[in-house]
């Protein structure tokens, strides 16, 4: 399946444009646009995120970069070798994912980083095509509940099917035309790699660590 991403100046959500707009006359160096999935469709791994933060995902056109999200994320996935290169916070910096790809279930920044329902729904269709173009998908981890709604109504699966626990491995029956040739896909929940979390620690390295080591250990089975 072809994959399909928002337009430079997608026009599908009034209200994510209009901050968009405004974003532009505040921050005209910034990227303001649907921001760009990270990593090759032939991943085995798929992250996905909520949306892209204002001054991270935002400004610099690449999931989690410039993020604080992205300062825990993209350091783990490399020690545990799913990326190479030095992250630094930037898109054309020489990081590289290695069998891992990164999205958002929401391509544009919305305002105090929190999408509405009907935007959610309105984006899901590039999560279902993106989801649906990876050959060699096997791992979903999904960070936070959000993420976690957005990929089991992307497969086409009630919410009452899996609910959102931090370490839980969900297997999953798609409802949905998918390239991969796996039977079954496995959902992975973990708590958002955010500042708050972190801080308040509700999330802390161990534990995602923790969460990238069963992910590993789920593709060698």
């Known amino acids: 399946m072809k994959l399909v991403l928002p337009s430079e100046n997608c026009s599908l959500c009034q209200r994510l444009c209009s901050y968009r707009d405004n974003n532009k006359l505040k921050y005209p160096h910034y990227h303001n646009g649907p921001v760009e999935p990270f990593g090759e469709l032939n991943a085995q791994i798929l992250i996905v995120g ?19 999200a992205g ?3 993209y350091p783990i996935l490399k020690k545990y070798g799913l990326a190479k290169g030095e992250y630094q916070k ?55 509940t959000i993420s976690h709604k957005n990929v089991l109504q992307a497969l086409g ?16 029956q798609p409802n949905v035309n998918l390239a991969t040739t796996q039977k079954s896909l496995l959902l992975v929940d973990s708590y958002h790699t955010s500042r708050y979390n972190i801080n308040t620690g509700v999330l802390t390295y161990e534990m995602f660590e923790e969460i990238i080591e069963k992910i590993q250990g789920l593709l060698n089975k």
């Open 90 to 144: 930037r898109k054309n910096d020489g990081y590289e994912l290695v069998n891992v790809r990164v999205t958002n279930a929401v391509k544009c920044v919305p305002p105090e980083n929190k999408p509405t329902t009907d935007e959610e729904k309105t984006c899901r269709q590039f999560l279902i095509n993106e989801i649906s173009a990876m050959p060699n998908l096997k791992v979903i981890l999904s960070l936070g």
């Open 50 to 68: 909520l949306a892209p933060g204002l001054n991270g995902a935002n400004q610099t056109n690449r999931p989690f970069t410039n993020d604080y």
């Open 157 to 172: 699966l009630k919410q009452s099917f899996a609910k959102f626990k931090h370490g839980e491995v969900y297997t999953l």
């Open 71 to 73: 300062d825990v994320l």
